[in-house]
């Protein structure tokens, strides 16, 4: 079963989303994986994230899987619960490899690639719950960050086709947007 979970910034997202991990592995008596995509590598407030992220999951019985090279996916067998946190860093990697340039693609040939790499990654698993920030709410995008925005909002988009549930996470209240998507 795939899930999507969206929310802004800070919205409860990760949260939910961790607890709605241990749910289903707890039910199927699965082991429980964190795909962690946030390369700490990356600058800025990354070191304070991952620290808050790791203190959050800790004690729940989370294996942590390092994501941050999207040209390669990652393998799990049938009984294992994934959580990947999430799209919004799985984009910037992809697009904006550390020590390459950019990648020189449109928003298109990005989420064709991206998909592809998901679906090869999370084919096995018994369950998927994936993270994603909904960032395109805000209204104007700046030019310089245009084309992340675009993959990552197109990502969303086809990613919540494939999902049998999405969620959106609004202060902190997760609310059930779409059940078995792919039906629609």
Not at 87 to 98: D, E, I, K, R, T
Not at 141 to 146: E, G, Q, S, Y
Not at 159 to 166: N, Q, Y
Request: glycine share 8%; charged share 20%.
């Amino acid at each position: 079963m795939h899930t999507l979970i969206l929310g802004g910034a800070a919205s409860g997202k990760s949260s939910f989303a961790e607890k709605y991990a241990c749910d289903c592995a707890r039910k199927k008596n699965a082991s429980l994986v964190y795909v962690a995509t946030l390369n700490p590598d990356a600058g800025g407030d990354t070191a304070e994230r991952i620290q808050k992220h790791r203190a959050a999951r800790a004690g729940k019985g989370f294996v942590t899987a390092e994501w941050w090279d999207c040209s390669v996916p990652l393998s799990f067998d049938a009984q294992t619960v994934v959580l990947v946190e999430d799209f919004g860093n799985l984009v910037a990697n992809y697009l904006f490899p550390q020590g390459k340039p950019p990648l020189e693609i449109c928003a298109d040939s990005a989420v064709g690639d991206l998909l592809r790499l998901l679906q090869e990654t999370f084919s096995q698993c018994a369950d998927c719950i994936c993270v994603s920030n909904e960032i395109s709410l805000g209204g104007n995008i700046p030019d310089d960050l245009r084309l992340y925005a675009e993959t990552l909002a197109k990502l969303n988009v086809r990613w919540a086709a494939l999902c049998d549930e999405v969620y959106a996470v609004v202060a902190g209240i997760p609310v059930r947007i779409s059940e078995a998507a792919t039906k629609h």
